[in-house]
């Protein structure tokens, strides 16, 4: 629980000490202490429809896609909504599939819950002229910000993901990835993205939203100290009953010692000698160990095997066997004789699950052989998502394992 605690208040202290995201008209902006040049700006249409007016900013301008990949500075994203109203529930499913198609499945898998987290953010009801800014902090994080208020802290590695959208492999469009790797101009482009900003009401609204949902995370640390300050009054009063108890049992032992030495000299000292031995027999009688409750290792074990299985039988009816794309590669005769590491094998998958069922992480530890039945396996793993809870009997925030993913032969 305090881990939780510690969590929030780093992910809440980074936010308050990154530099303030301000809503600008210039070419030039400020992310943190450095500032990025504009690179080039691009109008994003999705079903013959314009959704966005999009700019890239780097600290020094590039058409090199690799370059401002692998570029360790700061960089800004920024969309400035041109449609009169869009639909959170298709930004939502937008952003997992342009991410998905544009990086690798290792590289998604690798960061599933980071994944649908942003994609939850970034599934707004957004209205024209809201401005959403995603800024990279190197070694820092990846801060969404929505009409000047930061909504997000998400991890740094991210960014990147988000970027192949725009200039990976499946863009918008080419001329759009051509004009935000600024290979053309966009200087009638520039006064019309520089006219777009958000209205006070606006602004006012994820302003609020953001000082919401501080609230309710404070409320809900008050709630968590309330609730150990109550466990510890509750623990001090048992132990005050407990010194009473203690008190009154020396004190009627006190009285019993007292009424003991009216009695002869003689039985007095049989007594004594009753008392001294029985403290001996005390002192050596071993202390009494108490054993935990719960379940037994060899339990435990079983219940991990029986989790392990369930997320198996869980995935088999997400994954769907590759056939298109291998006989796209090997032609339409590769499954007259199957080969083992080339039309099925076993791909052994590290994955990470968190109590509620989320996928936090996963890869591949051992491949079949073929990266086509390997990536297959990834994206069936990212789609089952969630997969079953946790049981209640494993008491770690996350369950890690290695599953042999068996991929059989076709058979047609």
């Known amino acids: 629980m305090m881990k939780k605690i510690l969590s929030f208040a780093i992910t809440l202290l980074l936010i308050l000490t990154c530099a303030p995201l301000t809503l600008h008209s210039a070419a030039n902006i400020s992310v943190g202490s450095a500032s990025l040049q504009l690179n080039g700006i691009a109008i994003q ?4 429809s314009d959704w966005f007016i999009n700019a890239l900013y780097l600290s020094n301008k590039s058409n090199d896609v690799d370059a401002i990949i692998s570029d360790v500075g700061p960089k800004r994203m920024e969309m400035k909504v041109l449609a009169d109203n ?4 298709r930004l939502k499913r937008f952003w997992v599939e342009r991410i998905r198609n544009n990086n690798s499945p290792s590289d998604v898998l690798a960061l599933a819950k980071q994944v649908r987290t942003l994609a939850g953010v970034m599934g707004q009801n957004f209205v024209a002229n809201d401005v ?4 990279y902090l190197p070694g820092q994080a990846t801060n969404i910000s929505i009409n000047g ?13 988000v970027l192949r959208s725009w200039v990976g492999e499946r863009p918008p469009s080419v001329e759009y990835k051509a004009a935000i790797l600024g290979e053309t101009n966009f200087d009638s482009l520039l006064s019309r993205y520089q006219s777009i900003q958000p209205s006070e009401a606006r602004i006012a609204f994820f302003d609020k939203q953001l000082q919401e949902e501080i609230a309710k995370k404070e409320e809900a640390e008050r709630a968590i100290q309330l609730a150990e300050e109550q466990k510890i009054a509750a623990a001090k009063a048992a132990e005050d009953a407990r010194l009473r108890q203690l008190a009154e049992a020396k004190e009627e032992e006190r009285q019993a010692l007292l009424a003991a030495q009216a009695k002869a000299q003689e039985e007095e000292k049989l007594r004594l000698e009753q008392e001294q031995q029985a403290k001996e027999v005390a002192q050596d009688k071993p202390p009494v160990v108490e054993i935990p409750a ?3 290792e060899a339990e435990l074990a079983a219940i991990k095997s029986n989790y392990r299985r369930s997320i198996v039988r869980h995935y088999t009816s997400y994954f769907q066997y590759p056939s298109r794309d291998l006989i796209k590669r090997y032609g339409a005769n590769v499954f007259n004789r199957p080969k083992k590491g080339k039309t099925h094998g076993t791909v052994n998958i590290q994955l990470e699950i968190d109590r509620d069922g989320e996928l936090v992480s996963g890869g591949v530890t051992k491949t079949s052989g073929e990266k086509i039945l390997d990536e297959a396996v990834q994206k069936a793993l990212f789609d089952a998502v969630p997969f079953p809870a946790m049981p209640s009997e494993l008491e770690d925030e996350t369950f890690s394992t290695v599953l042999p993913i068996e991929i059989p032969a076709p058979s047609f």
């Open 45 to 48: 249409s999705e079903l013959r």
């Open 86 to 89: 869009l639909s959170g529930r």
């Open 132 to 135: 959403i800014a995603i800024d």
């Open 149 to 161: 208020s930061v909504n997000a802290s998400l991890a740094p590695e991210l960014f990147n993901l």
């Open 294 to 296: 719960g379940p037994s």
